[in-house]
C-alpha cells in the first residue's frame, strides 16, 4: 500500500473518485488506473470508460505511480475493496461516497446549465431512473438553492417520469423555486463543511 506517498491535493482526490464512480463494483485497481491514465486497451474502450469525464487525468504518469495514488486513497479511507469470488472490486468507502454523491450532484447541475445556456428544451430525463437516491435527492437540494426559476421545466420534464417518492420531492422542489420565501442555506453550509473534512480523510491517529 501506499501510506508514505505524499498527501493527494483535493483535485486529484476528487479525480479519482469520479474515475470510480464508473466502475464501483465491476472493476478493480488497474482498470481505475487506466482510466486516469487514459489507456486505450480494448476492456477499457469496450466499457466506454474514455466518456469519464476524468479519463486521461493523470496522462503523463506512469500506470504504477497511478496505482500508488489509487493506494494512498484506500489508505487514507475514501476508498475500499470488495471481493467479487477472488476477484478484489474498487467501492467506495463512507467517506469517499459523501465526496462523490456531491460531486456528482454539482456535475448533473452544471449539465443543465450547459442545456441551458445551449437551449436545449424538453431533454430526456430517463438518465436520472435508477440513480443512487441519496445522490438525487441532493441533486433536488442543491437546485432549490439556486433560487432559480430557470430549472423548473426541466424539473417539470423529469417529474414526468419518475417514481412517486422522487416525483413528490420533485413537486416540492419546483413551488420552493416559484415561493418567494428566502433560501435556508445553512443545510447547505453544514454540507459543505461535512465534505471538506471527509477530504481531509484518516486523521494520523486512526492509521
Not at 168 to 182: C, H
Amino acid at each position: 500500500m501506499a501510506l508514505e506517498t505524499k498527501r493527494l491535493p483535493e483535485a486529484d482526490i476528487r479525480a479519482i473518485l469520479r474515475a470510480a464512480d464508473e466502475l464501483i463494483a465491476v472493476g478493480g485497481r488497474t482498470l481505475l488506473a487506466k482510466i486516469l491514465k487514459g489507456s486505450r486497451e480494448k476492456k477499457v474502450l469496450q466499457l466506454e470508460l474514455d466518456d469519464c469525464p476524468v479519463y486521461g487525468y493523470f496522462k503523463g504518469v506512469k500506470l504504477d505511480d497511478v496505482v500508488e495514488k489509487i493506494d494512498w486513497m484506500l489508505d487514507y479511507g475514501f476508498l475500499d475493496i470488495e471481493y467479487s469470488g477472488k476477484l478484489p472490486m474498487i467501492i467506495f468507502t463512507e467517506r469517499g461516497w459523501e465526496i462523490e454523491r456531491d460531486q456528482m450532484a454539482d456535475e448533473l447541475l452544471q449539465e443543465w446549465d450547459d442545456w441551458l445556456e445551449a437551449e436545449k428544451r424538453s431533454p430526456d430525463m430517463h438518465y436520472l431512473k435508477d440513480r443512487n437516491r441519496g445522490m438525487i435527492l441532493l441533486l433536488l437540494d442543491k437546485v432549490k438553492e439556486t433560487d432559480n426559476e430557470k430549472y423548473i421545466p426541466y424539473l417539470k420534464e423529469w417529474k414526468k417520469m419518475d417514481y412517486k417518492k422522487v416525483r413528490a420531492v420533485i413537486r416540492e422542489t419546483v413551488q420552493a423555486l416559484k415561493s418567494d420565501e428566502p433560501v435556508d442555506l445553512n443545510a447547505a453550509r453544514g454540507r459543505n463543511a461535512s465534505v471538506q473534512k471527509a477530504l481531509r480523510g484518516f486523521e494520523p491517529q486512526d492509521l
